[in-house]
Every structure is written in structure tokens, then in C-alpha cells.
Nanobody, 116 residues
Framework: QVQFAESGGGLVQPGGSLRLSCVVSGSIFSFYVVGWYRQAPGKQRELVATKTSGGSTNYADSVKGRFTISTDNAKNTVDLQMNSLKPEDTAVYYC??????????WGQGTQVTVSS
């Protein structure tokens, strides 16, 4: 069973930065795609950023130019660097991994709050 250890969430002022980190049990390289999703109160869960095992990345339009996803295969980590944060980025952020049989696995989530 895949397990995740997410960290890095918290309270930050608008314009600030946070770095989320997700340690995945097992080899990240064994997954077809890994990434981060978020869910704000009263809204559906949405894609934030993903990265395939081949290195291709995909970002939601709302975070392009501000967020960067990275992986470290040696440490089995999936990080999300978030800069120029806005109040509308407030949400619970979830680490996600999809294997080659399209099974999706989810972390428990970490809260990010952007407020002055």
C-alpha cells in the first residue's frame, strides 16, 4: 500500500511563499505521474501541478509562473514550491500518485491558508 508523508503547509501572508513536500513510500519512478491537487471549502478538488515519470509537467492556469513542482527520485519526494501566494490559493493540498494501471493514491492533505 502506498503511503504519503506531507508537510510544509501553514499560514502565510499574501505575496509570501511556502514549500510543500511529500515523501512517498516506494520508488517515485514506479509511478506514471505524481502531483499535487487542492480542495477549497465548498469546491471540488482540482489539479495544481503534475509531473510524469518522463519529466513532463502540467500546471493549472491559475498557478502557472508562481508554482513549481519537482521530484527527487533518490529521496522519493514530490515538492511544490509556491510563490506569490494569493488568498484564493487557500485550500487543503493533497499529494497524488498514479501507477501504470491507473490506480490513484492520495495523501491525507495539508492545509495552506493565505491571509493577512
Amino acid at each position: 500500500q502506498v503511503q504519503f508523508a506531507e508537510s510544509g503547509g501553514g499560514l502565510v501572508q499574501p505575496g509570501g511563499s511556502l514549500r510543500l513536500s511529500c515523501v512517498v513510500s516506494g520508488s517515485i519512478f514506479s509511478f506514471y505521474v505524481v502531483g499535487w491537487y487542492r480542495q477549497a471549502p465548498g469546491k471540488q478538488r482540482e489539479l495544481v501541478a503534475t509531473k510524469t515519470s518522463g519529466g513532463s509537467t502540467n500546471y493549472a492556469d491559475s498557478v502557472k509562473g508562481r508554482f513549481t513542482i519537482s521530484t527527487d527520485n533518490a529521496k522519493n519526494t514530490v515538492d511544490l514550491q509556491m510563490n506569490s501566494l494569493k488568498p484564493e490559493d487557500t485550500a487543503v493540498y493533497y499529494c497524488n500518485a498514479v501507477d501504470i494501471t491507473t490506480n490513484a493514491y492520495w495523501g491525507q492533505g495539508t492545509q495552506v491558508t493565505v491571509s493577512s
